[in-house]
């Protein structure tokens, strides 16, 4: 069973905010558990059973990772397999927003972005990372404007077909089994969330309404959703591409180009 989250909040603003989300709201620090607490670095999670060293996980959008991720431009395997090289300012909906290092890393490279994310406590997170950096926004933040709240399957089944050029999907696989300790934040959230088991569901959703293609990121060796018509990868990851036919052709000359 997945861990659960209470907000210790000690403000009407964190009341209202856990209220919206439906997050239930505690009045003193909890001695056991996971729970989020408003401190002056901003949103925190907390882990009240973690090592003291180790106990918030806190979103930071402005440490230098987005532009590194960035830096591979157009020619990394995330904008090959978009399709950035041969069409740039790409509407791109990041189905699956979780961290937010990808719809920042996708707006740092040239698309425009819109992203959902049903998790109350990783929206909650995320809006909290996205008011923080708008305060001295980096240019990226212009084209990253729509964060919603929302299961992205029953979403999808709202909006016209070709709203997006692209639909980009990373769900949470299982914990891959490995002998080195996983990212703590990588760690957490699957404590908390658990894998997204109905991944395929959102695809086939994602399928209708993408204009151009659909793109499924994953472990580098796990077994794709489906077949994927092309796919891009590095050591540990692998991006599916799955063409909309009549709307999106493929040329690979064009993305080495
Ligand atoms: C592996 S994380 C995504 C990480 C993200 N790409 C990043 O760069 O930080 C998966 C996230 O997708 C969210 N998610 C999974 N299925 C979803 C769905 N159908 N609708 C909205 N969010 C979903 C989960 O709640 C989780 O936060």
């Known amino acids: 069973m997945n861990a659960a989250v209470v907000w210790f909040a000690e403000s009407d603003d964190d009341r209202a905010r856990a209220r919206t989300l439906a997050i239930p709201t505690v009045e003193t620090v909890p001695d056991t558990g ?8 901003g949103l925190t999670l907390c882990n009240a059973d ?3 060293r180790d ?3 806190r979103l930071d959008l402005c440490d230098g990772e987005v532009e590194r991720r960035a830096a591979g ?11 950035l090289q041969r069409r740039p300012g790409q509407r791109v909906l990041d189905a ?6 990808d719809s920042a890393t996708l707006a740092a490279i040239g698309c425009r972005v819109s992203a959902l994310e049903r998790s ?16 001295d926004p980096p240019a990226w933040l212009a084209h990253w404007p729509t964060l919603v709240h929302a299961d992205a399957t029953a979403w999808l089944a709202r909006v016209d077909p070709g709203a997006f050029d692209v639909v980009y999907i990373d769900p949470m696989f299982e914990a891959p089994r490995r002998k080195a300790r996983p990212q703590k934040a990588l760690d957490w959230l699957h404590r908390l969330l658990g894998a ?9 959703a994602a399928r209708v309404v993408a204009g151009r293609r659909c793109v499924i990121k994953q472990h580098a060796r796990a077994e794709p959703l489906a077949p994927a018509d092309l796919s891009f990868g590095s050591k ?9 036919p009549n709307r999106d052709h493929y040329s690979a000359s064009n993305d080495f180009r």
Request: charged residues 25%.
């Open 34 to 41: 996971f729970y989020l607490q408003s401190r002056d670095a």
């Open 50 to 52: 973690a090592a003291r």
């Open 55 to 57: 106990r918030g996980l």
């Open 73 to 83: 431009g157009r020619r990394s395997p995330l904008a090959r397999a978009i399709g």
């Open 96 to 101: 699956t927003c979780g961290l937010g290092r």
């Open 120 to 135: 109350p406590l990783l929206y909650a997170l995320l809006e909290d990372a996205r008011r923080r950096a708008a305060i």
């Open 196 to 204: 997204d088991t109905d991944a395929a569901h959102l695809l086939a």
């Open 236 to 244: 540990s990851v692998r991006y599916d591409v799955y063409l909309i």
